[in-house]
């Protein structure tokens, strides 16, 4: 078992910058992957970024490439994503999720185990 918890949502303007935050407790952190998600109302979920377990393997959607970053500290049991240079189009909930598989996914049906979101909107 999985416990995920996000924090770090909130309100900022266009072109500002959040950080996310994901603690995991359970199962030891540095044997699975990590994901984000995001889902905006009446949206289907969609993949954000993911980090491997050992955080050398990051991957991203088209649509954050350059502007988001994930990233893992092992130690303290947490997954980050820093977003930069945000847009009103990123307004969404965001989702951490694991994913205790070995084959690298964006697909959420791949992930076992989701953290309940914390919100994020951007004003024009």
């Known amino acids: 078992q999985v416990q995920l918890v996000e924090s770090g949502g909130g309100l900022v303007q266009a072109g500002g910058s959040l950080r996310l935050s994901c603690a995991a407790s359970?199962?030891?952190?540095?044997?699975?992957?990590m994901g984000w998600f995001r889902q905006a109302p009446g949206k289907e979920r969609e993949f954000a970024a993911r980090?491997?377990?050992?955080?050398?393997?990051?991957r991203y959607a088209d649509s954050v490439k350059g502007r988001f970053t994930i990233s893992r500290d092992n130690a303290k049991n947490t997954v980050y994503l820093q977003m930069n240079s945000l847009k009103p189009e990123d307004t969404s909930l965001y989702y951490c999720?694991?994913?205790?598989?070995?084959?690298?996914?964006?697909?959420?049906?791949?992930?076992?185990?989701w953290g309940q979101g914390t919100q994020v909107t951007v004003s024009s």
């Open positions: 359970g199962r030891t952190f540095s044997s699975y992957a």
């Open positions: 999720a694991a994913d205790l598989s070995v084959v690298s996914s964006t697909n959420p049906a791949a992930y076992d185990y």
């Open positions: 980090i491997s377990k050992s955080g050398t393997t990051t």
